[in-house]
């Protein structure tokens, strides 16, 4: 059994093939979840993005962090374990 569906995968290279047949250039980065490349876009000059993300490749959920052509993916901490609206 596998619990990758093509779905995901799909997607996630089709949206890639269109920004690239664009022209748009692309930030890759290392997933955390399964160490693998995984390009997103390039947030503006000075702009930090950040949102959750499935990853495309094992389906992981991860934060994604994008800082104009930087990026990177953090998991967080099991959320059961933290106290919502503590300090940081
Ligand atoms: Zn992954």
Same mark, same amino acid.
């Given at each position: 059994?596998?619990?990758?569906?093509?779905?995901? #995968?799909?997607?996630? %290279?089709?949206?890639? !093939?269109? #920004?690239?047949?664009?022209?748009?250039? #692309? /930030?890759?980065?290392?997933?955390? @979840?399964?160490? %693998? !490349?995984?390009?997103? #876009?390039? *947030?503006?000059?000075?702009?930090?993005?950040?949102?959750?993300?499935? @990853?495309?490749?094992?389906? *992981? /959920?991860?934060?994604?962090? %994008?800082?104009?052509?930087? *990026?990177?993916?953090?998991?967080?901490? !099991?959320? *059961?374990?933290? %106290? /919502?609206?503590?300090?940081?």
């Amino acid at each position: 059994m596998t619990t990758v569906t093509p779905s995901t #995968l799909q997607r996630y %290279t089709d949206t890639i !093939a269109t #920004l690239e047949a664009k022209g748009i250039s #692309l /930030v890759v980065f290392q997933s955390p @979840c399964c160490n %693998t !490349a995984i390009k997103t #876009l390039p *947030a503006p000059e000075g702009a930090s993005w950040d949102s959750t993300s499935q @990853c495309p490749h094992c389906e *992981a /959920v991860y934060m994604k962090i %994008t800082t104009g052509r930087s *990026a990177k993916g953090l998991i967080p901490d !099991a959320p *059961a374990t933290r %106290t /919502v609206g503590g300090s940081k």
